[in-house]
């Protein structure tokens, strides 16, 4: 059957079905593996939500243990790795440098055997790496040496301290941990669908990974946590955000960490991250930020009737935090390499090629 009706960007249109999660604007809820993800910020760990998205089942302290020794066995930024990052110039965007690292990464690893269990075990050494990569990368722009890794520490911990050579106040580790729960994994987004069609040609589990990487990085998807501090910048302090607010609509710009295309009535995932916000806002005596925070949602929904999204919340609080704007959406990717790698090890378990259809517009046949 052909269908001709023209469904432009995939708008509405169900593709397949998928058990790892499921997000319901009716509802305004987003359950991974069927457990609310206010909740699972609330009560787990990064590596228990990781666990869960992979295996579908929480795990028990004795299997979570063992996951717990495999990721922090692997953390170690491997010499290849730590030489291209301090070959690519500084001017360079962390999304590129992230996006050849995992390319770089599926070089070294060995393709066969190519199976679900050598998917997944390939996800974890990835999911264990992609801190050391965006850490050293933002400390490697800012003139520093890399840190090592931490095999003490819990995921979220180690991450900061690769970053920062610190520890911060546990507010400050709680916020950052619920931010990756809440990045994980969100269904057939651009990046996770993007994956998902690399996986539907049988190709490799990196490839799938590294053109997701280039999906997220975009300012519609991922990219936008960067661009929500930018606006921030530019428009200074709550007082000019009228005056900026009103000129930007009226040039027809997107206002960046605003608007989704599953949720109209506001993004599931705000609340919880609003709420890690003001903790940090509180903790390092920042109302300025919360001020202009307010003051652009709220002439947003004035003007617009439009609700912010995730990346409105999260990026403020990974500036708060004291990340540089560009590693905001590398951070973004480390989460989600979750959920991508679950979506393609699903896809190849029941695959279909994924190879739509479109309308031809041309010039009509013609002799050469
Ligand atoms: C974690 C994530 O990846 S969440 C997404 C992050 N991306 C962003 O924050 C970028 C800004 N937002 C957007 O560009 C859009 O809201 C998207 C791409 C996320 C969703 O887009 P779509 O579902 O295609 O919505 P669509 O573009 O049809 O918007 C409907 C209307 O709202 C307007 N609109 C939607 N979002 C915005 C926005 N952020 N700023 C201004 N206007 C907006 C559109 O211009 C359109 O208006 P029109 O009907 O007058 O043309
Ligand atoms: O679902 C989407 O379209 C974008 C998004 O919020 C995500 O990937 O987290």
Redesign the pocket.
């Known amino acids: 059957m052909t269908d001709t009706e023209i469904h432009k960007?995939l708008?509405g249109v169900v593709v397949d079905t998928t058990e790892i999660s499921s997000v319901n604007q009716e509802t305004n809820s987003l359950l991974y593996r069927g457990y609310p993800v206010q909740e699972l910020a609330a009560k787990c760990s990064f590596e228990q939500v990781a666990y869960l998205i992979w295996h579908g089942e929480l795990p028990s302290d004795e299997e979570l243990g063992a996951f717990e020794a495999v990721e922090r066995g692997q953390r170690e930024l491997r010499p290849e790795i730590r030489e291209l990052i301090e070959q690519t110039p500084v001017s360079g965007h962390p999304m590129d440098v992230l996006r050849t690292a995992v390319s770089r990464l599926g070089s070294l690893e060995t393709r066969f055997p190519d199976d679900e269990q050598s998917d997944y075990e390939k996800a974890v050494r990835l999911f264990a790496q992609l801190p050391a990569i965006v850490a050293y990368d933002q400390r490697h722009r800012h003139g520093m040496d890399p840190i090592p890794a931490r095999e003490d520490l819990d995921y979220a911990s180690n991450f900061l301290w690769m970053t920062f050579g610190e520890l911060p106040d546990p507010v400050v580790i709680d916020a950052f941990g619920q931010s990756l729960v809440l990045?994980a994994e969100?269904s057939f987004?651009?990046s996770t669908f993007t994956a998902r069609v690399v996986a539907s040609t049988l190709s490799d589990l990196h490839s799938g990974v590294v053109a997701a990487i280039g999906a997220?990085k975009g300012?519609?998807?991922?990219?936008?946590?960067e661009?929500?501090m930018a606006t921030f910048a530019e428009i200074g302090s709550a007082s000019r955000v009228e005056v900026w607010l009103d000129d930007a609509?009226a040039s027809?710009?997107?206002?960046?960490?605003?608007?989704?295309?599953?949720y109209k009535n506001g993004?599931s995932r705000v609340p919880t991250m609003k709420a890690a916000l003001d903790a940090l806002v509180e903790h390092y005596n920042r109302p300025d930020v919360l001020e202009l925070y307010t003051a652009l949602e709220q002439a947003?929904g004035e003007r617009?009737n439009?609700k912010p999204?995730?990346?409105?919340p999260s990026g403020p609080a990974y500036h708060l935090m004291g990340f540089d704007t560009p590693t905001f959406t590398p951070l973004?990717a480390a989460a989600r390499v979750t959920g991508w790698t679950a979506h393609f090890i699903e896809q190849q378990a029941h695959n279909s090629l994924i190879r739509p259809l479109s309308v031809y517009t041309g010039t009509p046949q013609r002799a050469v």
Request: hydrophobic share 45%; proline share 3%.
């Open positions: 960007g708008a990045y969100h987004n651009a997220l300012p519609l998807h991922g990219g936008a946590n661009a929500v609509l027809k710009k997107k206002i960046m960490g605003f608007g989704h295309r599953v993004d947003m617009k439009i999204n995730l990346d409105y973004f």
